[in-house]
């Protein structure tokens, strides 16, 4: 068993940035994929981006240039910087990660973009 557990989400105003982090519970030698999601009020649960085993990684295109995620081997962290914030930014952020055949996800912490 895997637990995830985020930290870093919070109100900023849009233009501003955040540092997203999860915190896995095993080494993060042993997950292969890890990524990020998002569920918006009123919409699907969609994915923000994901770190691949092999070093490389993928974005949601509307975050592109904005957000940057990135692992921490010695922290056994995933990190995900956001810059550039919007308001449709506004969402419950969830950590993801993948070992052998199972999934795990982290309880989620609230980003929100606004004045």
């Known amino acids: 068993q895997v637990q995830l557990e985020e930290s870093g989400g919070g109100l900023v105003q849009p233009g501003g940035s955040l540092r997203l982090s999860c915190l896995s519970s095993?080494?993060?030698?042993?997950?292969?994929?890890m990524g990020w999601y998002r569920r918006a009020p009123g919409k699907e649960r969609e994915l923000v981006a994901m770190?691949?085993?092999?070093?490389?990684?993928k974005y949601a295109d509307s975050v592109k240039g904005r957000f940057t995620i990135s692992r921490d081997r010695d922290k056994n962290t995933v990190s995900l910087q956001m810059n550039s914030l919007k308001p449709e930014d506004t969402a419950v952020y969830f950590c993801?990660?993948?070992?052998?055949?199972?999934?795990?996800w982290g309880q989620g912490t609230q980003v929100t973009v606004g004045k």
């Open positions: 770190s691949f085993r092999y070093g490389s990684s």
């Open positions: 095993i080494s993060i030698f042993r997950l292969t994929d």
């Open positions: 993801y990660a993948v070992a052998g055949v199972d999934e795990y």
